[in-house]
C-alpha cells in the first residue's frame, strides 16, 4: 500500500527516499557554500511553471513580421523560422557526437538517425511550402525581400564544417591546386562551393547578398572549421575501430545523411526555384541575385562529405536520377 507523504509527516516522519534526497540537496548546495533552506525557500516561493513560459511562446509568436501586406508571406516567414530551428537539432546532434569523450557507437547511430529525421521533416515540410504559397504573391512579396536569401542560412554551412573535412566542401575544380599548396583553413574557406552560387553572371563580382553573409560570419565559421577540423562526423568515424567501421548500420545513416544534405534538400530548394522563379523560356533572377540554375542541382556542385563511402558509380550519377524523377 502506497502512504501519503502528508500522513507521514503529520506523524513526524518522512519517507526514506525523500530523506536521502534532502541528504543529497544539501551536499549538493553545501560544496558550493550555499544554505539549502535558502533554495527550499525559492521552491516555496516560485510560481508553477507553464508550457507558454517554458517555451516562451508569446515571444515566438510574435517574431513573424511581414515586410508587405501579401498573407502568403507570413507562410514564407514561418517555414524558414522551422527551418533555423531543425538546422539548430542537427548541430546539437552533431555536437554530441564531436564531443564525446568515449564515443561509441550506439551513440554515433543514434544521434545520426536523429540528423536524418530532422533532414526528413525538412524535406516534407518543403513540399508543404512549395505548394502552400501563391506563385503570384510570392513572386511580388520577394521583391521587398532583397537581397536577404535563403542563401545566407550560417548554420546550414556550419552543418556542412562541422560534417565533413573542409576539403570535401571546396569547389571541386579548385581542390587538387588547395591540395597541392598545402593551404590553411582560412585560405581554403575563400574557396568553399557554395561561393559560386552567389556571383553576378555578367560580371562574376560577389553578389551583395555574399557580401552581407561573408562580413557577418566568415570569421565564425573559419573559427568553426578550425575548431572542428580534428573531430568533425568523417574524423570521428576514422577514429573508431576497424571492426565498427565497417558496421552495416552506421554507415547507411552516413550514406543517408550524406544524401540528405547533399541531394534531397538542394534538389527541395530546385523544385522550389522551378515553381516561383523560372516562367516557361525566361528564368526570373533568385532572391539576393544567386545563380540557382548552376548552383542548386546536387549533379553540378558533386558535394559528397563521405566519398569513400561511394562506389564509382554512384559517385558518377550523384543526384542525377533523383533530379530526373523530380522534374517528370
Known sequence: MKHNTNDQLED????SDIVE?????????????QDMKSYLDGLLYA???????????????????????FEDEKIFIIYHQITELYFKLI??????????????????????????????????????MIEGMDKEEFLKFRMSLLPASGFQSAQYRMIEICSTDIDNI??????????????????????????QGAVELATKKKTLTLKQFEKKYSDDLIDLAQKYEHKNLWVCYQNLSEEDQYNTALINELRQFDVNANV?????????????????TKDIAATGGTN????????NQHILFYPSLWSDEEKENWGKRLLKKLLE
Open 47 to 69: 510560481d508553477y511553471l507553464t508550457y507558454w513560459d517554458y517555451i516562451h511562446l508569446d515571444v515566438l509568436l510574435s517574431l513573424q513580421n511581414p515586410k508587405t501586406p
Open 21 to 33: 534526497r534532502i541528504h543529497l540537496l544539501s551536499d549538493k548546495y553545501g560544496a558550493m557554500g
Open 292 to 299: 540557382w540554375q548552376k548552383y542548386l542541382p546536387p549533379k
Open 91 to 128: 548541430l546539437n546532434a552533431i555536437r554530441q557526437v564531436a564531443n564525446s569523450n568515449n564515443l561509441t557507437i550506439e551513440l554515433f547511430i543514434r544521434q545520426l538517425k536523429r540528423c536524418n529525421s530532422y533532414f526528413d521533416n525538412l524535406v516534407n515540410s518543403f513540399e508543404i
Open 12 to 15: 513526524g516522519k518522512l519517507p
Open 170 to 195: 571546396i569547389a571541386y575544380q579548385y581542390r587538387e591546386d588547395l591540395n597541392e599548396e598545402h593551404a590553411d583553413m582560412r585560405t581554403k574557406y575563400q574557396y568553399l562551393y557554395w561561393k
Open 264 to 280: 534531397n534538400w538542394p534538389l527541395m530548394h530546385y523544385k522550389s526555384a522551378v515553381r516561383y522563379l523560372q516562367r516557361e
